[in-house]
């Protein structure tokens, strides 16, 4: 059964920092295409990053771009978002879904609220 658990959120103020655990298990987690999405109040899906199996350059949006960092511990079967700079336009729920767009596979997320 693939389960993806999400850790790490909370509140932070303004020019903080987080880092976001994924906890995988239940398909090779090596072989996949990981993201990071977020949803804000009342607003739709947003892809923050995508990691890639082949080991190419991560894909951040423009509006993370050069404060998030995306990286994989293959062997703790764990993804993580480093989070640095937070803004309050951050605030969200964010979810590791397994895939780049046509994700399968959704933890339960974990809210980020910047504020101060």
């Known amino acids: 059964e693939v389960q993806l658990v999400e850790s790490g959120g909370g509140l932070v103020q303004p020019g903080g920092s987080l880092r976001l655990s994924c906890a995988a298990s239940g398909f090779t987690f090596s072989t996949y295409d990981m993201s990071w999405v977020r949803q804000a109040p009342g607003k739709g899906l947003e892809w923050g990053s995508v990691?890639?199996?082949?080991?190419?350059?991560?894909y951040y949006a423009d509006s993370v771009k050069g404060r998030f960092t995306v990286s994989k511990d293959i062997a703790g079967h764990l993804l993580h978002l480093q989070m640095n700079s937070l803004k309050t336009e951050d605030t969200a729920g964010y979810y590791c879904?397994?895939?780049?767009?046509?994700?399968?596979?959704w933890g339960q997320g974990t809210q980020v609220t910047v504020s101060s």
């Open positions: 990691i890639f199996s082949d080991g190419g350059t991560p």
């Open positions: 879904p397994r895939g780049r767009r046509q994700c399968d596979y």
